[in-house]
């Protein structure tokens, strides 16, 4: 944000003679103090103490606007106004040809005043007058306006709003830089605090599970868990493979017991947490509950990374994150009331059910009873291998049938020492869950095997050493083939038990003790400090939703009156402004201060046919007058020169007829549906009624009567061009992106009451904040396209441009501020007045000017690089929609009087 920036001219309307009170206290904080000063030509003299008023502040910066006053020949100018803090600008007659003091003559002053407001074009032209004989010179102008259509402003606004208030659809939040979380963001986008409040998970410090005090009873429960498992899983390993089936590891290893063992040290800390949950139970933990607590050997502890204090920071980052992604605002408060839910702690008492799931006590009761040893191949499988090793047994010529059977014993031999030594039977009988392992079928098949390797080895006659070879390869088979089926059988019979059951179930109550120690113990408070001001937040940004709804549904109404700054954004009130100060952090001091008008103060101009006619083509054509004039360049092109010597204004006559006269505006004003726009007026100006009066002196003498309303069918002043476009396609992003920033400086009027009591924080309206929000960027809509940065926007300088707000190309101005440019310029005198100008050709002094916004939206394929080849005279504005050329051409020095006031009274 802008802290520096410099203060627009505060625009004063002294043709009333009104004070300028008001005026000052505008700019009683600003570091340079400009004031725009419009005023009759001849009373300058005559208020001279109200110049001299507008430096009683200090040091002051002054340019006036001296209208009218056709008739006379010779300026006198008061001392406050010359050089170099002040300067002159006569402008005879703005229309080239209509009369001073009427409406479209006053209207005509709003370009002007647009431009002249901002502070580089106002110190530009205070320093070209510095250097005008008297301060005083007849501007000599060519403007380009840019605007968007009255459909494309409406479409806009109507998308941006709709955008703005959207559904109630809670969204997750995005982590920065595209979906990688950085900086202590998760990927779930919820910062450190948060994530610890609403997840599972336990504070670094908290990783050693310091709340369990050592020997206290639950930590004694949890350790014989984990011996008990530890114990039973070396026993299931000890029995695997030979060692199990023919040595003492698989005699000794009583798996039934242990497991029995497990179950019973399951179950003691199954209640001993049980008991803990229900003793931590309520909505906070009190003092005899934290007895209780440690008599169960759980001490509660700080925890230093998350605190209440800390919560309100981190719900803050967060909820600008929503923001900060442009999403509606119905949406960031369904989220913060998700939030909001999901933060709320429970109380431990409601864990137990979550108990019961991860450790169902009949769960628990079924772990000593072991499941049937059985061996894993088909019964098929198994006779036939005993079949094929006894018949390879038998095979020996003669010895054949007696080797071959008794090879069938050993086989039926190890399949009861399977059985007898299976795991799922405790050493004392008591628990015993069966099995078999086949011994009577491993029996018969070698038998039959043998007999038949006797009869095959007979037959075969094969020589000794076969024959005395194969029995020895038989049992070898044999005992390697009872190994693999033992381990394998053992492996089946451990996948059916429950020791991973229990070993979870250990785990998952180990999770919930520590999430309820965490959670709803140890961090209840912040999570109900959580709960709550996500839930004042949520209101908060409902209401400003609401806001933005009732605009959304009341429409383009008539009778809302903007409040109404002074062109280019000055502040023209004191009560009712945008005060962006009192919000906090985020407001920009310099920045000025608009006020809510009056209800049904408007001046609307009807499109109506004699509008057109005072600037037909023949106002300064090439016929409309011949004279001699001074040579001011190329510059100045033929319309100004053609007015020279003629005593005639041009253009009057005939094109002055019906429409003109103050029926006119009178008409447009009592008919604000009409086709033209209706223009708001400051708080010191009242819609015309038919008789024209001076305002009284509660009424703002700064504040300006009317303007011109920016149209696209060229109704205007001879030296104002206009170019309309239809919204550019980042126009609506913008405008959601002001306001959704604004909102967010909204929000920050509030986030200390949210911290401090979340309660009674909701309480206090933001609706008027959120309809000056909405005003003060509707005003920027109609004032530039919201090309302008606001105050408290974060990147002014990747703001769109003239091309992606408007929708227009920058290509007319890019040639108007083209180095060696020759622009025509329209001087804003009669031609009866261009005789009291100076003939010197090198006496006129010209700058050009541009607002930031078409710099920025240099076209894609010139670039950036575009610009520099532009003029060196070329003032660049901060804000605005006028681009163009300002000549100001000196007076002839007879024709400029500097007087005191005694001697107005006397000329």
Known sequence: MEQNRPAHAVVVDLRHGAPVTA??????????????????????????????????????????????????????????????????????????????????????????????????VFDCVLGQLADVPHGVAVPAVHVLEHDLTEEARSRAWRQALEHLTGQDLPVSVAPPEGGAASGGTRQDGLTPELSLLLGRSVPRSLADRPWLTPGGRTDTRHEECVDALHDTRDAYEAIRGGAGLFGRAGKEAD????????????????????????????????????????????????????????????????????????????????????????????????????????????????????????????????????LLICCVAGLWPGIGWFSGPLCAVAGAALAVLMLRRRPSRSRDGRLDGGGDTRALTRLAAGAVGGVTGALAGAALSLPAWAGAVAPAVALTALVLLAI??????????????????????????????????????????????????????????????????????????????????????????????????????????????????????????????????????????????????????????????????????????????????????????????????????????????????????????????????????????????????????????????????????????????????????????????????????HRRLIRDAAAAPPPYAPDPGNRPGIAGLLGVSSDRVRRLLADGGTEHVVPLCGAEHRRLLSKDPHAARRFRFAPEALRRGAEPETGQDAWPAAAEDVVWTAGGRHAGVLTLVPMRPDTVRSVRGEEGGTR
């Open 23 to 120: 005026a000052l206290k505008e700019t009683e904080h600003d570091r340079t103090r400009r004031f725009l000063v419009i005023d009759c030509a001849a009373d300058l003299v005559d208020h001279q103490l109200l110049y001299e008023q507008l430096y009683s502040y200090g040091p002051a910066r002054l340019l006036c606007l001296a209208t009218g006053a056709p008739g006379q020949r010779q300026l006198h100018r008061p001392l406050p106004l010359g050089p170099p803090e002040a300067g002159v600008l006569w402008l005879p007659d703005t229309l080239v040809g209509a009369a001073p003091g009427t409406d479209r003559f006053d209207a005509s002053l709003r370009p002007l005043l647009e431009l002249l407001v901002e502070p580089a």
């Open 255 to 386: 798996l039934p017991a242990r497991f029995e063992g497990l179950a019973g040290a399951l179950a003691a800390y199954r209640t001993e947490v049980a008991g803990a949950l229900g003793d931590g139970g309520g909505d906070r933990v009190r003092p005899e509950q934290r007895a209780r607590l440690l008599e169960r050997g759980i001490e509660l502890t700080e925890v230093p990374e998350v605190t209440r204090a800390s919560v309100g920071p981190a719900l803050r980052d967060h909820t600008e994150r929503l923001l900060g992604q442009r999403l509606p605002l119905r949406s960031v408060a369904a989220t913060l009331n998700a939030l909001s839910g999901r933060s709320a702690p429970a109380g431990s008492t409601a864990r137990l059910r979550r108990l019961d799931e991860t450790c169902p006590p009949e769960r628990v009761a079924e772990l000593p009873l072991p499941p049937p040893f059985l061996m894993r191949r088909p019964w098929a499988a198994d006779a036939g291998l005993a």
């Open 484 to 777: 693999r089926d033992w381990t394998a059988a053992v492996d089946d019979w451990w996948g059916q038990t429950d020791w991973a059951f229990a070993a979870g179930a250990v785990e998952g109550v180990d999770e919930l003790l520590a999430d309820t120690v965490v959670h709803d113990w140890l961090l209840a408070d912040a999570r109900y400090h959580c709960s709550d001001a996500a839930r004042a937040v949520a209101v908060l940004v409902g209401s400003l939703a609401d806001t933005v709804e009732e605009r959304l549904g009341a429409g383009p109404s008539v009778d809302r009156v903007l409040p109404m700054d002074e062109p280019g954004g000055p502040s023209v009130g004191q009560a009712g402004g945008f005060d962006w100060d009192s919000w906090g952090d985020g407001a920009d001091d310099d920045w000025p201060e608009p006020t809510a008008p009056d209800a049904g103060s408007h001046t609307a101009f009807s499109d109506g046919g004699g509008a057109h006619d005072p600037y037909g083509a023949g106002d300064f054509g090439p016929h409309a007058g011949r004279g001699p004039g001074p040579d001011l360049g190329a510059g100045f092109g033929s319309d100004f020169r053609s007015g020279f010597g003629d005593d005639t204004a041009p253009g009057a006559g005939s094109h002055f007829g019906p429409g003109f006269d103050d029926s006119h505006a009178t008409d447009a004003a009592s008919d604000p549906a009409g086709s033209g726009r209706s223009v708001p007026h400051t708080a010191g100006t009242r819609p015309h009624t038919g008789e024209e009066r001076p305002p009284t002196t509660e009424e703002e003498p700064h504040a300006l009567r009317s303007l011109w309303p920016s149209r696209s069918d060229g109704d205007g002043p001879p030296w104002l061009e206009r170019e309309t476009g239809d919204g550019g396609p980042e126009l609506v992003d913008t405008l959601v992106g002001d306001l959704t920033h604004g909102a967010a400086l909204i929000l920050a009027s509030r986030w200390a009451a949210v911290e401090r009591e979340p309660a009674t924080a909701a309480r206090v309206p933001l609706r008027p904040l959120m309809n000056e929000l909405l005003d003060e960027e």
